[in-house]
Nanobody
Framework: QVQLVESGGGLVQAGGSLRLSCAAS????????MGWFRQAPGKEREFVVA????????YYADSVKGRFTISRDNAKNTVYLQMNSLKPEDTAVYYC????????????????????WGQGTQVTVSS
């Protein structure tokens, strides 16, 4: 099992960039598909992006395609979310999550597939 800790959130102007990191404890990080979700005030948590165990597959929400990039470093037990061209509507608490998967190329897209969650990091984009 892994424990997840996000970092890198903050306040940025529209058009700016941030890089979120999610550090995982434990020796089984490479067995997990890793995802990022976000939740804005008054809204439900939504899927942002995920990456397979092998890094061979990714899936992005339409709202972030072309602006966000997910990557992982299994040697460092860390997954990253590079966010460019940020918009005010990207403002939310961003959560890192882990889903144990057997298929190395499977990308989990639904929150119920994830059984490990970080505490979240706030991202605020000002207009």
């Amino acid at each position: 099992q892994v424990q997840l800790v996000e970092s890198g959130g903050g306040l940025v102007q529209a058009g700016g960039s941030l890089r979120l990191s999610c550090a995982a404890s434990g020796r089984t990080f490479s067995g997990y598909c890793m995802g990022w979700f976000r939740q804005a005030p008054g809204k439900e948590r939504e899927f942002v992006v995920a990456i397979s165990r092998s890094s061979g597959s990714t899936y992005y929400a339409d709202s972030v395609k072309g602006r966000f990039t997910i990557s992982r470093d299994n040697a460092k037990n860390t997954v990253y979310l590079q966010m460019n061209s940020l918009k005010p509507e990207d403002t939310a608490v961003y959560y890192c999550a882990a889903a144990w998967t057997v298929n190395g190329d499977y990308v989990a897209r639904r929150s119920y597939e994830y059984n490990r969650w970080g505490q979240g990091t706030q991202v605020t984009v000002s207009s």
